[in-house]
């Protein structure tokens, strides 16, 4: 299959669009993905291993196929729940067997997470163009507790394109609101070349 949906899913998109293309991506998700070495999974997880708490919960974030639950577990987490907006996307993470819940998204509902109810949040390769928007930050920010964690990538693509990004993320850490605990870029899709940055983020 040379027309992937890797060639698609990072251009800006309507919200039914990109609800659409995930949908359509759940049965070969996994396959394409692996085959472009995906890291930003094991990179999101390891970050935020190195300050949450294993034992405690923790909310993956735009789970979808559960790639980045499996990552999250190979780190070390043991109770994991995971959201998404695509339905068929969550009926291939459930076959994973690795989070106590699963959740559909409800992009539509205020607020769509509830606040507090996971001391650590993790967002692997969510963030983009065609995917999240970068009000999501301020979301996912919002959703955590007093010293709350948050891990999440961005890659090359989101921060060349969007400012929106980084302008969410600084708003956040220039009015003292949050503290950055760790900054690395690194491997995101190697086979296309594309990198990404994986920050570590404490609410204050």
Known sequence: MSDKFLDHVYRPASQVETDDIYDR????????LTEAGYAAPERVARALARRATLDAPVLD???GT???GLALRDAGFTVIDGTDPS??????AAAKGVYR??????????PPLAPGAYPAIAAA?????????????DMLMRALPRDGL???????????HEPGYMAALCNWLDTGAARLLRKTRGKHLPARDIKSTVYLIEKA
């Not at 819940?101 to 205020?110: E, F, K």
């Not at 390769?125 to 930050?137: D, I, K, R, S, W």
């Open 150 to 160: 948050l891990s999440l990538s961005l890659n090359d693509h989101a921060l060349q």
């Open 87 to 92: 339905q068929p996307m969550l009926d291939e």
């Open 25 to 32: 991506w759940a049965a070969t998700y996994d396959a394409e």
């Open 61 to 63: 974030f735009g789970c």
């Open 101 to 110: 819940n699963l959740t559909r998204l409800d992009l539509s509902a205020d």
């Open 66 to 68: 559960g790639l980045s």
């Open 125 to 137: 390769g969510v963030l983009g163009v065609g995917a999240a928007p970068p009000e999501t930050f």
